[in-house]
């Protein structure tokens, strides 16, 4: 989301420099400082890129958008009547699955806006997965829902299948409970190994999961509408002045990704 950008001269709002303008609504460069001051104030403060670098620069441009993001979401909650839920909702945090399904910023409002959640709940009115589709993911998925043959073996405790490795895995998989194996050569030296417990592989049948996956699926389609939405209502109403771009805008001399 790049949306449109300001000339130099054009960031003025009064005697406060403009760091976006969202329809009607302005994001000042001052209110980017006191959030990015938060920021570097916060628990997360030593693993953040020092402000003088192209880094620090890019944390800031990321910062600007999704501050724009909350903004949108909340005139867009004003707009549609919506009330937020100001308690955090169970799932609300920002996940690296989440980030990857919908985009940086939209999961990161989506973990911390309640008028962006109830956004995104209003659009996923009508979005429920089918039967189809939530059985055809069960299927191309059964590993998630397939538990391993897990052994019990002294001295290693549980182990499954990948987790030892050679001979020694070998010896311990063909045994039988209760088995005393070896000594058999591994690192180290010889060992003698005593499979104590066998607990057979087993799956969570589809019914047991359905409903699960169901909800799940829905929560993601969700999201994603909600990130085509933003996308869509960034390019109509959002206007960023020099050094507050996307950080990936090719554009911006901090840009980490060139073609």
């Excluded at 950008?5 to 005697?15: H, I, N, S, T």
């Excluded at 628990?43 to 501050?67: F, H, K």
């Excluded at 709940?121 to 089918?130: I, K, M, T």
């Excluded at 998989?173 to 066998?198: D, S």
Aim: charged share 25%; aromatic share 4%.
């Amino acid at each position: 989301m790049t949306g449109g950008v300001f000339p130099p001269e054009g960031v003025l709002a009064g005697d406060g420099a403009i760091a976006a303008v969202v329809g009607e609504q302005v994001v000042t460069v001052a209110e980017v400082d006191r959030r990015l001051r938060l920021l570097r104030g916060g628990p997360l403060a030593a693993r953040l890129p020092r402000p003088e670098t192209a880094e620090g620069r890019n944390l800031r441009r990321w910062l600007v958008q999704v501050m724009v993001a909350e903004a949108l979401a909340g005139q867009e909650a004003a707009r549609l009547g919506l009330a937020p839920e100001h308690a955090v909702a169970p799932g609300a945090v920002l996940t690296l699955a989440g980030a990857l399904r919908t985009g940086g910023v939209a999961a990161a409002v989506l973990a911390a806006s309640p008028a962006a959640r109830a956004v995104c709940r209003a659009l996923s009115a009508g979005r429920e997965p089918s039967e189809d589709e939530v059985r055809d993911y069960y299927r191309r998925n059964l590993d998630r829902f397939t538990t391993p043959e897990t052994r019990w073996v002294v001295p290693f405790g549980p182990v499954r299948r990948g987790q030892i490795a050679g001979s020694i895995e070998d010896a311990v998989f063909a045994a039988r409970e209760g088995e005393t194996v070896g000594p058999v050569e591994g690192p180290g030296g010889p060992w003698t190994l005593v499979v104590e417990r066998i607990e057979a592989a087993r799956r969570e049948p589809y019914a047991d999961v359905r409903e699960r996956l169901r909800a799940e699926l829905a929560k993601e389609n969700g999201e994603r509408a909600f990130a085509r939405w933003l996308d869509a209502r960034h390019a109509d109403s959002v206007v960023l002045t020099p050094g507050h771009e996307h950080p990936a805008d090719p554009a911006q001399p901090d840009a980490d990704h060139r073609h």
